[in-house]
């Protein structure tokens, strides 16, 4: 039994450093795409004509972005900050009520058994979330470039020479390349507005911290606190996207498809990825012979971690240990 629960433990401990290689690679390559998205012009956003007059793009210029009402430094230090915030919070209010739950039962070495997974659920959930954050700025700068549909302060910012052009009616449509005279930075920042990447980042990062609060908190006897919480979050995320229309930047339709990408890349991520945040549970037909085994060298291997708790690669290779007994998806996560 002792050499067969080894063997377990080697192969699994000799997978888990490839699976967090393989991790790695492609957040790494997740984060340079978009990073090449955003700051270079590797791929270069598709040039639409427009119609001479066209009053959906006759909107006045609302300035750079930094002139908003929520300007993109507000709303990325919130996404940033809001679900990190809640993540730990709800992480460590979880961890500690349960040990406490559980302490009358099990011995005291067995205490330390939760710590690993405390980190290793905080590294994954953290872990998914900067990965989808990223996947949606990808998705969204993505829909920007090919579509190259306008802002509705386009011709504004454009102020096409209509003289030059021969424009005498609203029906008359432009596809000259050259037909902007001005600043073309600005020009080409107005050409990127379907999907609205402002409105995709909040709902994607309010829906994943809303379905976190609601799986994971445990507010008994206060039943209103979950649900305001998480309406806070949503309406302001809504109200991004409502300030972005408001200030002529982008569409409704914009903010809508943007929505759409944040929501379905949060509920994706969080239903088939980190399975809703639960704990993992040992298959029944696993645990009755490997517990008293795994319960001791768990406690053994784990002793490290409970001293430096801030230590996080320890944390993330020990949890192999643990999860031994889980179901083999929870290697794929494990590095998280
Ligand atoms: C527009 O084009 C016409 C004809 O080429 C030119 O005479 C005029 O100065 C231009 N106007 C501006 C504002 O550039």
């Not at 955003?38 to 793009?57: A, L, N, R, S």
């Not at 596809?175 to 930075?185: D, Q």
Request: charged share 15%; proline share 7%; net charge positive.
């Amino acid at each position: 039994m002792a050499a067969e629960e080894k063997r377990g433990v080697k192969s699994s401990s000799s997978i888990v450093p490839c699976f967090l290689f393989v991790e790695l690679v492609i957040m790494a390559g997740t984060v340079l795409l978009a990073y090449y998205f955003e700051y270079t012009d590797t791929f270069p956003v598709h040039v639409q004509g427009f119609f001479c007059y066209d009053k959906t793009f006759s909107k006045p210029y609302p300035g750079p972005d930094n002139t908003s009402k929520i300007p993109p430094v507000l709303i990325y230090s919130l996404i940033a900050a809001v679900p990190t915030l809640t993540i730990l919070v709800g992480e460590l209010c979880s961890f500690f009520t349960k040990a406490q739950g559980t302490q009358e039962k099990t011995i005291v070495t067995a205490d330390c058994c939760y710590f690993n997974p405390l980190l290793r659920r905080v590294v994954r959930f953290l872990g998914v979330y900067t990965f989808g954050l990223f996947t949606t700025t990808i998705f969204a700068n993505a829909g920007q470039v090919v579509t190259g549909n306008q802002t509705p302060h386009f011709l504004s910012a454009c102020r096409p020479n209509y003289t030059a052009l021969g424009c005498q009616s609203t029906v008359q449509y432009i596809t000259e390349r050259r037909a902007c005279t001005g600043n073309p930075l600005i020009v080409m920042s107005a050409r990127k507005s379907f999907p609205s990447k402002d409105a995709a980042l909040s709902v994607y990062s309010a829906l994943y911290t809303v379905i976190y609060v609601t799986v994971v908190f445990k507010t008994k006897g206060t039943r209103l606190t979950k649900p305001t919480i998480s309406l806070t979050l949503l309406c302001l995320a809504f109200l991004v996207g409502v300030v972005r229309v408001a200030e002529y930047r982008n569409h409704w339709a914009d903010v809508l498809a943007g929505f759409f990408t944040g929501g379905g890349i949060a509920v994706f991520l969080v239903t088939c990825v980190i399975n809703n945040f639960r704990r993992f549970q040992p298959s029944p037909a696993l645990i009755p012979p490997q517990r008293p085994d795994s319960m001791l060298g768990v406690s053994m291997v784990a002793l490290p971690c409970v001293e430096s708790p801030l230590e996080k690669l320890s944390g993330t290779q020990h949890p192999a240990l643990s999860s031994a007994s889980s179901p083999p998806y929870s290697a794929f996560i494990t590095p998280f």
